[in-house]
């Protein structure tokens, strides 16, 4: 019998062929969507997104995530809340680290809320919301 985190994360790479799973040294698991679509206003169309899961999860929630350095939100500026960073740790690939909390409910919530999430976030940073 699969676990709860197996069943979402099989469930993510079901939906979204373009999911990239693969396990941390320090025991984490990594997940990346190759060329995410960006909302409008974007200094790019696409953009891989990061986010590491704590072997606790979803009881640990999921908490800020990761895009290309080269996108930018309107006016080509940084997104707040933001910073470039080596990630995944000691990868040598250097990412824009975005600060990202929600209000996560473990019973209910899954990783497609949480791609939601990040969804809305990076239209939040366009100015286009909801």
């Not at 999921?62 to 309107?74: E, H, N």
Request: proline content about 12%.
């Amino acid at each position: 019998m699969k676990t709860r985190f197996e069943e979402d994360v099989d469930a993510l790479v079901a939906a979204h062929p373009n999911t990239r799973v693969f396990v941390l040294p320090d025991g984490r698991t990594a997940i990346e969507l190759t060329e995410h679509p960006l909302p409008p206003g974007w200094t790019k169309a696409t953009t891989n997104v990061l986010w590491i899961l704590d072997p606790g999860y979803p009881t640990v929630k999921p908490d800020c995530f990761w895009i290309d350095v080269d996108a930018r939100s309107p006016p080509g500026s940084s997104p707040v809340n933001t910073q470039i960073q080596e990630s995944p740790p000691s990868s040598g690939q250097m990412r824009r680290w975005v600060s990202w909390h929600i209000e996560w409910k473990p019973a209910l919530h899954d990783l497609e809320v949480w791609l939601g999430s990040i969804n809305r976030s990076l239209r939040e940073a366009t100015g286009r919301v909801p």
